[in-house]
Each structure stands twice: as C-alpha cells, then as structure tokens.
C-alpha cells in the first residue's frame, strides 16, 4: 500500500518561506520519483517540481530560482523548501508518485501567502 504524507503547509506573508516535507511508504524509494503539485481554487493542478531517483530535479517556470526540491532516501522523505513566497503561490501542495503505472497522491497541505 502507497502512502504520501505531506505536512509542513501554512499561512506566510508575502516573502517569506515554507518547508514541505513528504514522508512516504510502500514504495522502493530510492528508485521512485517524487512530484510537488499545487492546486489554486478555480485552477487545474499543475506540476511544481520533481526530483528523479538519480536527484534530477525540475522546476515550473514560476518557481525557479525560489523553490528547491530535495530527497533523504533514508528517511524515505522529499522535501520542498519555498522561498520569496508570493501570495500566487497559494494553493493546496499534493506530493505525487507513480507505482506500477498507478498515481498515488497525498491528501495535501494548504499553503497560504497573505500579501
């Protein structure tokens, strides 16, 4: 059985950051890769980062040079840490895996930047 915990989300003023963490199991971590989607109200998921096996990382245009992806496969865990927040980052953050060509999300974290 998969399971994404995410935890870590908040209410931060405009600026400020926020450290994401996913704590996950049933799955061979070191050899899963892991995704940060976000969903605003009124607007379809997308894709914030992802961090392969080998620790490729990926970022949205939107997040570069702000957001950072990283991966402690002994705890099992990726991390997410958001920095110079902007109140358009505000939304409910999903971590995601893929496990035998199944998707497996967390139950999300909100995460809100008040201006």
């Known amino acids: 059985q998969v399971q994404l915990v995410e935890s870590g989300g908040g209410l931060v003023q405009s600026g400020g950051s926020l450290r994401l963490s996913c704590a996950a199991s049933?799955?061979?971590?070191?050899?899963?890769?892991i995704d940060w989607y976000r969903q605003a109200p009124g607007k379809q998921r997308e894709l914030v980062a992802r961090?392969?096996?080998?620790?490729?990382?990926n970022y949205a245009d939107s997040v570069k040079g702000r957001f950072t992806i990283s991966r402690d496969n002994a705890k099992m865990t990726v991390n997410l840490q958001m920095n110079s927040l902007k109140p358009e980052d505000t939304a409910v953050y999903y971590c995601?895996?893929?496990?035998?060509?199944?998707?497996?999300w967390g139950q999300g974290t909100q995460v809100t930047v008040s201006s």
């Open positions: 049933g799955v061979i971590f070191s050899m899963s890769t």
């Open positions: 995601h895996t893929i496990r035998a060509l199944m998707n497996y």
């Open positions: 961090i392969t096996s080998g620790g490729t990382t």
